[in-house]
């Protein structure tokens, strides 16, 4: 049982470059997520998703994008990298029942992103 | 919306000693408190959960407290060992989880 995976654990970019990180899980969770780490600081929410082809903006999703078409695959697209999005990438799943908050999140390993 | 604050940003403590972390949340709808731990270069890990409807809850050495009245949750870590040196993040919800900045502790042999 591989829980959440995360791909590639690390990448460099140049600014302008676009990329996806990519974010699959086996638990049959209807919710996953996207974080951003930031040196030093917590967590903060890019985006999530109920099930699939449902989306939601979460507190910071600016310059992101996001598609659920399975239950299992939940990718982050960057279009325009930007210095500022230079972070440690988390994504994370939940099962239902319950809401999107109220259950033990799974996190990934994390993807490392620096925008040269 | 929902805003967690977390202290200390730092502690320091001696191995065997206890280690108490102070979150404070402001939206008193929040019904889920869970704290992470986090090790260097790893990802968060879930190591104890607490919901509104309980004041405490223990697992082995780590314990919760949540206060709604004054919307603060601690977690208390006892007979600290230096493989609990990490960081430590709170969090409480609303419609969605919001992070505290997080707590690093060191444990010295």
């Known amino acids: 049982n591989a829980g959440v995976t ?92 319950g809401t999107t908050s109220n259950q033990p999140q799974h996190f990934g390993d994390g993807t490392r992103l620096s925008i040269l | 919306g929902e805003n967690v604050e977390q202290h200390p940003s730092t502690l320091s403590v001696q191995e065997g000693d206890s280690a108490v972390i102070k979150c404070t949340y402001s939206d008193s709808a929040s019904n889920y408190f869970p704290w992470y731990k986090q090790e260097l270069g790893k990802r968060p890990q879930l190591i104890i959960d607490i919901r509104s409807n309980v004041g405490e809850k223990k697992d082995q050495r780590i314990a919760v407290t949540l206060n709604k009245t004054a919307k603060h949750f601690s977690l208390h870590i006892t007979e600290t060992q230096p493989e609990d040196s990490a960081v430590y993040f709170c969090a409480a919800n609303t419609d969605k989880l919001i992070f505290g900045t997080g707590t690093r502790l060191q444990v010295f042999p």
């Open chain 1, 6 to 97: 995360q791909t590639p654990k690390f990448r460099i970019l140049k600014i302008g470059q676009s990329m996806t990180l990519q974010c699959t899980q086996d638990m049959n969770h209807n919710y996953m997520y996207w974080y951003r780490q930031d040196p030093g600081m917590g967590l903060k929410l890019i985006y999530y998703s109920v099930g699939a082809g449902i989306t939601d903006k979460g507190e910071v999703p600016n310059g992101y994008n996001v598609s659920r078409s399975t239950t299992e695959d939940f990718p982050l697209r960057l279009e325009l990298a930007a210095p500022s999005q230079t972070s440690v990438y988390f994504c994370a799943s939940s099962p239902y029942p």
